[in-house]
């Protein structure tokens, strides 16, 4: 076993010594009366002008929207579609010993709220004399991990009179 690894120790060796061998001497510096020619660097290829000739079409790289941010407007067709934030509480009304909210979806169409009814981020918690208490459980379609309340007033002119 051991004549096998000199062996081998052998050949490797012989093969270093013959690409050693077979490596070229590096450059000799110039004598002292002789000019140095350095190669002359190539030079750079010139850059293509490219150009845009709209021929009467628009400019395919201008910006459409001139710099103005776009919000998608989602179809709201009922409560489930609302957001707790685009709610707004036009009054309450006590109907059949319950109260009932009324509030505007984002179009200005009216619609009833009543206690326990879904929207597209939470549900209404309570609803009080003057306010109604919404349960946000998601933020963006996120299930938040501590739901929060949040309370929204009806404005003084619009409170009733007991």
Do not use: C
């Not at 010139?46 to 845009?52: A, D, L």
């Not at 309570?126 to 109604?132: G, H, K, N």
């Not at 208490?133 to 963006?140: A, E, G, Q, S």
């Amino acid at each position: 076993m051991n004549s096998k690894r000199r062996g081998t120790w052998g050949v490797l060796v012989l093969l270093a010594v013959a690409a050693a061998a077979a490596q070229t001497p590096p450059d000799k510096p110039p004598a002292a009366g002789q000019k140095e020619e350095a190669a002359a660097p190539a030079a750079p290829k010139p850059v293509p002008v490219f150009s845009y000739d709209p021929a009467g079409r628009r400019d395919p790289f201008k910006d459409l929207l001139g710099g103005k941010e776009v919000r998608d407007k989602k179809v709201v067709t009922g409560l489930i579609d609302l957001a707790i934030d685009d709610v707004k509480l036009l009054g309450i009304v006590k109907m059949k010993d319950k109260l009932e909210a009324i509030a505007n979806m984002t179009d200005g169409f009216p619609l009833t709220i009543r206690e326990g009814d879904s929207l597209a981020d939470g549900y209404v918690l309570e609803i009080r004399p003057d306010a109604v208490v919404f349960r946000k459980t998601k933020d963006k379609g996120i299930p938040l991990m501590r739901p929060r309340d949040i309370i929204k007033e009806i404005t003084p002119e619009e409170r009733t009179h007991e």
